[in-house]
């Protein structure tokens, strides 16, 4: 059994925010909580869960045959820059915060290093993983890293939600550590300040809801949801901001600026890019990963106007309404009944 000091120490060096280690043993729990979203209907129609093999898709001994251990990590994202966007002449649609930067590469090359080292020490073999289809959340919870909070999302003593996730599976035994055993107590304020109530019970998101996961949903969004969509152009972070665990965290320095988008981008511009240069423009960020579907991302744009209501966006609102697309066309339609 290997001792995670030294794995630790390497990995704190390498400039990673706190590492844990867990067991490569199936995530049960998670299989059987995925199962019941699917029964109940609560996963998007694109994303096909119901097709997987959702008891294979917890065990990550299918990703490294042999795997023995897994090394989980968090990286901070919290900084102290302003959540700011310009809504007057130029409207613009808000970026969630974790899409700033892509925390997730950035992770991903310090746990490749880390998994470097991994080879050299010990000769193991190590498959790398962040912002991937492996159970990430339950690995965070069973090595340590944090606790379930009623949003779904992992929350560190120190960091708060504000992390992004990451692992290295290998085919070494390293020492584990305990699960996080930390809990929400009577708190339930994301449910209640969750704009679209896709908190649905403590733990359990309707995702046809969650405007987070309806951001790369491509379709026309339900009046009701449309109309608190705000501005956003990408993603949601209200059951976060709302948190009490996250208040008291403290910013970290920007360590990585890969793929920088920043709080906010100009609608009009988005609408006015093609497919091609809005993937050169936001190249290595997370808003142009493959599975991102460009034409949500206009449809975002579209209800975020509808919201704004700018008169100065009309042309664009009726040049979309008159587009071949039915959800672009209909979703401008919807954005110039909200003037
Ligand atoms: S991300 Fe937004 S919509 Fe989704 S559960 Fe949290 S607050 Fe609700
Ligand atoms: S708002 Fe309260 S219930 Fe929700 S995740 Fe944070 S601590 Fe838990």
Same mark, same amino acid.
């Given at each position: 059994?290997?001792?995670?000091?030294?794995?630790?120490?390497?990995?704190?060096?390498?400039?990673?925010?706190?590492?844990?280690?867990?067991?490569?043993?199936?995530?049960?729990?998670?299989?059987?909580?995925?199962?019941?979203?699917?029964?109940?209907?609560?996963?998007?129609?694109?994303?096909?869960?119901?097709?997987?093999?959702?008891?294979?898709?917890?065990?990550?001994?299918?990703?490294?045959?042999?795997?023995?251990?897994?090394?989980?990590?968090?990286?901070?994202?919290?900084?102290?820059?302003?959540?700011?966007?310009?809504?007057?002449?130029?409207?613009?649609?808000?970026?969630?915060?974790?899409?700033?930067?892509?925390?997730?590469?950035?992770?991903?090359?310090?746990?490749?290093?880390?998994?470097?080292?991994?080879?050299?020490?010990?000769? &193991? =073999?190590? $498959? !790398?993983?962040?912002?991937?289809?492996?159970? *990430?959340?339950?690995?965070?919870?069973? #090595?340590?890293?944090?606790?379930?909070?009623?949003?779904?999302?992992?929350?560190?003593?120190?960091?708060?939600?504000?992390?992004?996730?990451?692992?290295?599976?290998?085919?070494?035994?390293?020492?584990?550590?305990?699960?996080?055993?930390?809990?929400?107590?009577?708190?339930?304020?994301?449910?209640?300040?969750?704009?679209?109530?896709?908190?649905?019970?403590?733990?359990?998101?309707?995702?046809?809801?969650?405007?987070?996961?309806?951001?790369?949903?491509?379709?026309?969004?339900?009046?009701?949801?449309?109309?608190?969509?705000?501005?956003?152009?990408?993603?949601?972070?209200?059951?976060?901001?709302?948190?009490? &665990? =996250?208040? $008291? !965290?403290?910013?970290?320095?920007?360590?990585? *600026?890969?793929?920088?988008?920043?709080? #906010?981008?100009?609608?009009?511009?988005?609408?006015?890019?093609?497919?091609?240069?809005?993937?050169?423009?936001?190249?290595?960020?997370?808003?142009?990963?493959?599975?991102?579907?460009?034409?949500?991302?206009?449809?975002?744009?579209?209800?975020?106007?509808?919201?704004?209501?700018?008169?100065?966006?009309?042309?664009?609102?009726?040049?979309?309404?008159?587009?071949?697309?039915?959800?672009?066309?209909?979703?401008?339609?919807?954005?110039?009944?909200?003037?």
């Amino acid at each position: 059994m290997i001792d995670a000091r030294k794995i630790r120490t390497v990995g704190y060096d390498i400039g990673i925010d706190l590492i844990k280690i867990t067991t490569a043993e199936p995530f049960n729990e998670a299989a059987k909580r995925i199962k019941y979203q699917i029964d109940e209907g609560l996963y998007l129609d694109s994303e096909h869960w119901h097709l997987r093999d959702v008891d294979r898709s917890c065990d990550v001994r299918a990703v490294l045959p042999g795997a023995r251990s897994i090394i989980a990590a968090c990286q901070c994202y919290l900084t102290d820059e302003r959540a700011e966007s310009d809504v007057t002449d130029d409207p613009h649609g808000s970026i969630a915060r974790y899409t700033w930067r892509n925390h997730y590469s950035d992770l991903r090359e310090r746990l490749k290093k880390l998994a470097g080292f991994l080879k050299t020490e010990y000769d &193991a =073999n190590t $498959a !790398v993983f962040s912002n991937s289809e492996i159970p *990430e959340k339950p690995i965070a919870q069973r #090595s340590g890293i944090g606790y379930f909070g009623k949003n779904s999302l992992i929350i560190n003593e120190r960091f708060g939600s504000w992390v992004v996730l990451g692992e290295i599976i290998a085919d070494i035994e390293i020492d584990p550590d305990p699960p996080h055993r930390g809990n929400c107590g009577d708190c339930s304020i994301c449910v209640e300040m969750c704009p679209t109530h896709a908190i649905i019970e403590p733990y359990i998101i309707d995702r046809r809801r969650c405007i987070q996961a309806l951001t790369n949903w491509y379709g026309v969004l339900p009046d009701d949801i449309a109309r608190v969509w705000s501005n956003r152009l990408y993603g949601c972070t209200d059951c976060q901001d709302s948190c009490p &665990a =996250n208040r $008291a !965290v403290e910013a970290q320095p920007v360590r990585a *600026e890969v793929g920088y988008v920043g709080p #906010s981008a100009s609608l009009r511009e988005i609408l006015s890019m093609s497919e091609k240069e809005y993937r050169r423009k936001y190249a290595r960020n997370q808003m142009t990963a493959r599975w991102i579907n460009f034409q949500a991302i206009r449809r975002n744009a579209l209800v975020a106007l509808g919201n704004i209501r700018s008169h100065g966006t009309m042309p664009l609102l009726e040049k979309y309404a008159r587009d071949n697309d039915p959800i672009l066309a209909k979703s401008a339609r919807w954005a110039m009944a909200r003037f």
